[in-house]
């Protein structure tokens, strides 16, 4: 089992920049690839980033250049660094973690980009 709890939403103006965290527990060494994607009300949910357990990154075309996936792992910790934010980028996100043929997701955190 992994537990994961996402935070560090909230609401930014256009341009602004916000760090996501996703802590994880449980059994995080069967982890082999983790990742944040993210659902907009009436839009299905979308890969935003992953990273594997051997560092290979993975982005969405719409944030490619603007967002950075990171992990700590003496921390549990997973990161999401959101710059140059887009009010098309609000949505809830969410971590989800990869264990063999299992996957878990997170509760989600609410990213509003409003003036």
């Known amino acids: 089992q992994v537990q994961l709890v996402e935070s560090g939403g909230g609401l930014v103006q256009p341009g602004g920049s916000l760090r996501l965290s996703c802590a994880v527990s449980g059994s995080s060494f069967s982890i082999n690839a983790i990742g944040w994607y993210r659902q907009a009300p009436g839009k299905e949910r979308e890969l935003v980033a992953t990273i594997t357990n051997i560092g290979t990154t993975n982005y969405g075309d719409s944030v490619k250049g603007r967002f950075t996936i990171s992990r700590d792992n003496a921390k549990n910790t997973l990161y999401l660094q959101m710059n140059s934010l887009k009010p098309e980028d609000a949505a809830v996100y969410y971590c989800?973690?990869?264990?063999?043929?299992?996957?878990?997701w997170g509760a989600g955190t609410q990213v509003t980009v409003s003036s």
């Open positions: 989800k973690a990869n264990s063999g043929v299992f996957h878990y």
